[in-house]
């Protein structure tokens, strides 16, 4: 016969703390951080192997950065591509969240303009929309500048896919949160606004931030129309200088800087609309 334990409690206290005995010296933050820190150090090797010249660097980066104005007296580099997406974001999103509502809605005109509008958009190369809406519009007696003519492209094509962004997020929230908004009497725009809308947002952020840090590096697109952003004056100081490697390497630095700050705003934007959801994870 196998004797029994008189103090089953204190044995199973003893069960579930044993494993911590065992844990790691560092915790998950400091491993994390040791990580990025040595996979930092081995990119930083890579392009040190291609014998930049920093004295180059340093003499662009003012005007890569937008630290000064252009020719023209307007902004240039990352401030001009910061400009390009903060204007295209907006537009984007209100297209966006049009469009998804039409294809949501029983209309079927309105059904057949968002789907058409959506699958071109999505269908075709955003530089031909660009080269199309920069030498196209100027047939049809409108001639948009160079950077209207680029947010309107980054605009119309981002706008289609964030369209299937939020539609997909709104029909995630289950059926019942709207048939429980009906039974308390709840109008239909309030039932959107105050319930559908704030739990589809959960699922809406993640996707709809990787679209604009999408959108951040295609801007470099519109420097085919001679914008000075930060690609074009990339290639321009590359050329001048015969140090392409220099410029680009500062060009994609520069680009993944700003996206890391998109990224940070992204988590706190995980962080207030997953309140509700803590214990879940």
Request: proline share 5%; with cysteine; charged share 10%.
């Amino acid at each position: 016969m196998t004797a029994l334990n008189p103090y089953p409690a204190k044995a199973a206290a003893a069960s579930e703390t044993e494993p911590h005995r065992f844990s790691p010296l560092l915790g998950f933050r400091t491993r994390l951080y040791l990580t990025w820190a040595v996979l930092f150090g081995l990119c930083v090797t890579f392009f040190m192997s291609f014998d930049l010249k920093f004295s180059i660097i340093l003499q662009k980066l003012p005007n890569l950065v937008g630290l000064h104005l252009g020719p023209d007296g307007f902004l240039q580099g990352a401030a001009l591509t910061l400009f390009l997406c903060f204007c295209s974001i907006w537009f984007s999103l209100l297209l966006g969240f049009v469009t998804a509502l039409a294809r949501l809605s029983r209309s079927a005109v309105a059904f057949g303009i968002a789907s058409f509008y959506a699958s071109f958009f999505r269908g075709t190369p955003l530089l031909i929309q660009i080269l199309l809406i920069y030498l196209g519009l100027p047939q049809l007696g409108l001639v948009p500048g160079a950077i209207s003519a680029g947010i309107i492209a980054l605009s119309l094509n981002y706008g289609a896919y964030l369209s299937e962004i939020f539609r997909a997020g709104i029909m995630a929230v289950a059926p019942g949160q709207r048939e429980a908004a009906m039974a308390l009497g709840l109008k239909p725009t309030a039932t959107f606004l105050h319930i559908i809308l704030p739990q589809a947002m959960r699922t809406i952020i993640p996707p709809t931030t990787s679209q604009f840090i999408s959108m951040l590096k295609d801007s470099s697109l519109i420097s085919v129309m001679g914008v000075w952003e930060v690609m074009f004056l990339a290639q321009s100081y590359g050329r001048s200088s015969y140090r392409y490697i220099e410029m680009l390497t500062t060009a994609a630095v520069i680009y993944w800087l700003l996206s890391i700050g998109l990224e940070l705003i992204q988590n706190r934007l995980e962080r207030h609309y997953g309140k509700g959801f803590k214990h879940q994870r």
